[in-house]
């Protein structure tokens, strides 16, 4: 049986300790009608950071272009439906969607040193007239980047002259592109040594993905500035 004076004793011990944890409370600017156990751990957990995006870089390149170089994304067309597209610098040259692209060989010409976009043309290598691209060819001065993709058909009438022409750019594939063959290429004129950026693919109704037509080709990269 517990004795009176015992009972004090605990009643004061334990209205200490309830006035401890207030003031302590209080202390701690915690408000008593809304502190609950998951508010202190909520508060006591750490936060997880917030998710940053990585840059962007031009064209959407996997990777960003060292100081002194050009960006450039690009792709063939699918079959005879989706034209190509080139990118570069992250301005978009010829796409479908601003309509200058067409069936054969599609060409944008860009100012090695300032990135400019200089001309663009498409020339249709199936039912039109090869000379109109030779003559488009023959314009183009040293230190001109030129970008190259195919759409459809780009060699039913590419001929000796033409093939040769665009070997002098730098291209490896032209004498050998044929018949609905898919091919991308960016080259210059005055360049020494063969592009680096090239990809070509042949027509193989064993191998096609579209009935008729090899799958689309895409290639990125980066090119360095031309120097005076």
């Known amino acids: 049986m517990i ?8 009643a004061a011990v334990a209205a200490a300790f309830l006035l401890a944890v207030f003031f302590a409370f209080e202390l ?5 009608g809304e502190f609950n156990i998951g508010q202190m751990f909520a508060r006591s957990a ?5 998710p940053t995006r990585p840059p962007r870089n ?3 390149l996997s990777k960003t272009c060292p100081d002194g170089h050009f960006s450039f994304k ?3 067309g699918a079959a005879s439906v989706v034209g190509p597209k080139m990118c570069f610098e992250d301005n978009v040259v010829m796409s479908g969607v601003k309509n200058n692209v067409g069936r054969g060989i599609n060409i944008a010409l860009i100012n ?3 990135g400019e976009v200089v001309k663009t043309g498409f020339f249709d290598m199936w039912a039109g007239d090869v000379n109109e691209l030779i003559n488009f060819m023959k314009t183009i001065t040293d230190g ?3 970008m190259m993709a195919t759409f459809d058909d780009p060699a039913s009438k590419l001929n000796e002259e033409a093939r040769k022409i665009i070997a002098e750019l730098g291209s490896s594939s032209v004498t050998t592109l044929g018949f609905r063959d898919n091919w991308i290429f960016v080259g210059g004129k005055g360049i020494k040594t063969k592009s680096p950026f090239e990809q070509h693919i042949k027509n193989n109704a064993e191998t096609n993905k579209y009935e008729g037509w090899p799958e689309v080709l895409e290639m990125e990269g980066c090119i360095p500035k031309r120097q005076e």
């Open 3 to 10: 004795r009176p004076g015992g009972v004090l004793k605990l």
């Open 28 to 32: 701690l600017d915690i408000n008593m």
């Open 46 to 50: 750490p936060q997880d950071p917030v």
């Open 58 to 60: 031009k064209c959407g």
């Open 74 to 76: 690009m792709a063939s």
């Open 112 to 114: 090695g040193e300032t």
């Open 144 to 146: 001109t980047l030129v």
